[in-house]
């Protein structure tokens, strides 16, 4: 069940600083054990990380005009079937509505990855109440939505949180365990 949070988050749109959050989530991720296979997505061979504590998986890539991270949940040993969970992809540029991933800052400088709950596969948005993650206001040029709250890049339990995020998205879509 997601609990409202009571902290406002600032959104990270200025693209260098955005590439500097990536950086942190990149560095913060790229601790897991990197996987023996390459795994095929949309036609090109992807490196991606096993996180064995926490039982899932991530690759972060680079496109043209976005970031591109997909997680996925299980053993090592399934990575060939590339079960993906759900991706959190963010616009190099500030906010855009295609991709749901955002950055934000709170008043103490820690940086959040943020999820705005609408997977792309032609299921609903997530409801509230359909979802065991925070849920947190991101002020976006004044405006303020609501998002989900992935993790703390700071956080020694980053690799925790992402796997219950990912665990609640996988309990609520039924897919990748």
């Given at each position: 069940?997601?609990?409202?949070?009571?902290?406002?988050?600032?959104?990270?749109?200025?693209?260098?600083?955005?590439?500097?959050?990536?950086?942190?989530?990149?560095?913060g991720?790229?601790?897991?054990?990197?996987?023996?296979?390459k795994?095929l997505?949309?036609?090109?061979e992807?490196?991606?990380?096993y996180?064995e504590?926490?039982?899932?998986?991530?690759g972060?890539?680079?496109?043209?005009?976005y970031?591109?991270?997909?997680?996925g949940?299980?053993?090592?040993?399934?990575?060939?079937?590339?079960?993906?969970?759900?991706?959190?992809?963010?616009f190099?540029?500030?906010?855009?509505?295609?991709?749901?991933?955002?950055?934000?800052?709170?008043?103490?400088g820690?940086?959040?990855?943020?999820?705005?709950?609408?997977?792309?596969?032609?299921?609903?948005?997530?409801?509230?109440?359909?979802?065991?993650?925070?849920?947190?206001?991101?002020?976006?040029?004044?405006?303020?939505?609501?998002?989900?709250?992935?993790?703390?890049?700071?956080?020694?339990?980053?690799?925790?949180?992402?796997?219950?995020?990912?665990?609640?998205?996988?309990?609520?879509?039924?897919?990748?365990?």
């Open positions: 069940m997601a609990k409202n949070n009571l902290i406002t988050l600032d959104g990270i749109i200025n693209p260098n600083k955005i590439e500097k959050a990536n950086a942190e989530l990149v560095a991720l790229s601790q897991g054990k990197l996987a023996n296979e795994v997505y949309r036609g090109i992807r490196q991606v990380w996180f504590n926490n039982k899932f998986w991530w972060n890539f680079s496109e043209i005009d970031y591109w991270n997909v997680f949940l299980g053993e090592i040993e399934s990575l060939a079937k590339f079960n993906e969970v759900c991706n959190v992809n963010y190099k540029g500030g906010k855009e509505s295609n991709h749901a991933g955002l950055f934000a800052k709170d008043n103490k820690n940086t959040y990855l943020v999820h705005d709950g609408k997977f792309r596969n032609g299921l609903l948005p997530v409801k509230e109440n359909e979802f065991i993650s925070n849920i947190v206001d991101v002020r976006i040029n004044g405006e303020l939505y609501k998002y989900f709250l992935v993790a703390n890049l700071s956080s020694n339990s980053l690799h925790k949180d992402i796997s219950l995020f990912i665990t609640g998205v996988a309990n609520f879509k039924g897919v990748g365990q």
